[in-house]
């Protein structure tokens, strides 16, 4: 939210939440659903360390590696196990 709207963001509120560190592929294997991660909250890791440029590489990041599925899905490639999560949830 901080890359494309960072005026809907209160700081000061994200600054006073607590860190949910988190393993990301152990932790998303041990959760039944996306509800088990975190504190219940919606937010994993430190948003009191977040920033603009942190959002805009990441948001960077994921365009990146998400344009190239798209890309070679419209090459004809079969990109689905990349796609999903549901893996992560059986």
Request: glycine letters at 10%; hydrophobic letters at 40%.
């Amino acid at each position: 939210m901080l890359a494309a709207r960072p005026r809907l963001v209160d700081m000061a509120r994200a600054t006073s939440l607590e860190p949910m560190p988190m393993e990301f592929e152990r932790d998303l294997r041990a959760a039944r659903d996306f509800r088990d991660l975190g504190n219940g909250l919606g937010y994993t890791g430190n948003p009191g360390g977040a920033s603009v440029a942190i959002g805009r590489r990441l948001a960077s990041r994921y365009a990146r590696a998400y344009g190239d599925l798209v890309l070679e899905h419209l090459a004809g490639k079969d990109v689905w196990d990349r796609l999903t999560v549901r893996p992560l949830f059986t």
